[in-house]
């Protein structure tokens, strides 16, 4: 059973809609992350999260909105979309914030900005 | 926070022992090494972290250079399986991690 559910697993948007990305963690973990990957860049870390409390925040657009309305769950809002915006995001999480090199990552979601 | 340089790709046959290096001249006493995995599509995954000497655990083994300022992941056996590109990453620990994920090193591996 997947650990690391991310929802949708594939999404195509038009410039300037609004999408949520879904992230669930069923590993018992305190603290989640999310990261972006696109063809121009390598992973690059966005966010972290400890008891769904914002402890880092990495991305310089405040399109950008991470929501945390459980312990186990991480979404993240983009508004505004770009084209840009297109990469494949991924949640991770790892047992608590002071562990957070130890972290385990899920299977993403595909975002694409038309 | 240091720089690592990783060579872009590498190829082996299944069987073989596989070493994939990265260097790290400006790693910083309080900094770590970490080495991931990503196969496409999928999220990176955890190999192995170290500080100094030598690290091993069930999937590799980790060396570093007596200055850290080079290590070496070493991946006994692999198979096709193995087909990843393996990152490099040297950051803080714990609460300060902040990892910074480079282009890493696509490993190929024939049959």
């Known amino acids: 059973d997947p650990k690391i559910i991310q929802k949708p697993k594939y999404l195509v948007a038009v410039t300037g809609s609004e999408k949520i990305l879904i992230c669930e963690q069923y590993l018992g973990h305190n603290a989640m992350y999310w990261y972006r990957q696109s063809a121009k860049k390598p992973l690059e870390f966005m966010f972290s999260y400890s008891y769904q409390k914002l402890m880092d925040n990495q991305t310089a657009s405040s399109r950008f909105q991470p929501q945390s309305s459980k312990k186990n769950h991480l979404d993240l809002q983009i508004t505004a979309l770009k084209p840009d915006d297109s990469a494949t995001y991924f949640c991770?999480?790892?047992?608590?914030?002071?562990?957070?090199?130890?972290?385990?990552f899920g299977p993403g979601t595909r975002l694409l900005v038309l | 926070l240091a720089k690592t340089t990783q060579p872009p790709s590498m190829e082996a046959y299944e069987g073989q022992e596989v070493n994939v290096s990265c260097s790290h001249t400006n790693i910083a006493t309080s900094e770590y090494i970490y080495w991931y995995r990503q196969v496409p599509h999928q999220g990176p995954q955890f190999i192995i972290q170290?500080?100094?000497d030598y690290v091993v655990n069930e999937v590799a083994s980790l060396f570093i250079s007596a200055d850290r300022k080079l290590s070496t992941l070493s991946l006994p056996w692999v198979s096709l399986r193995d087909a990843a590109v393996y990152y490099c990453?040297?950051?803080?620990?714990?609460?300060?991690?902040?990892?910074?994920f480079g282009k890493g090193t696509s490993l190929v591996v024939h049959p």
């Open positions: 990453i040297v950051t803080l620990s714990g609460g300060n991690y902040k990892p910074t």
């Open positions: 991770a999480s790892s047992q608590d914030w002071e562990g957070a090199d130890t972290q385990y």
């Open positions: 170290g500080y100094k």
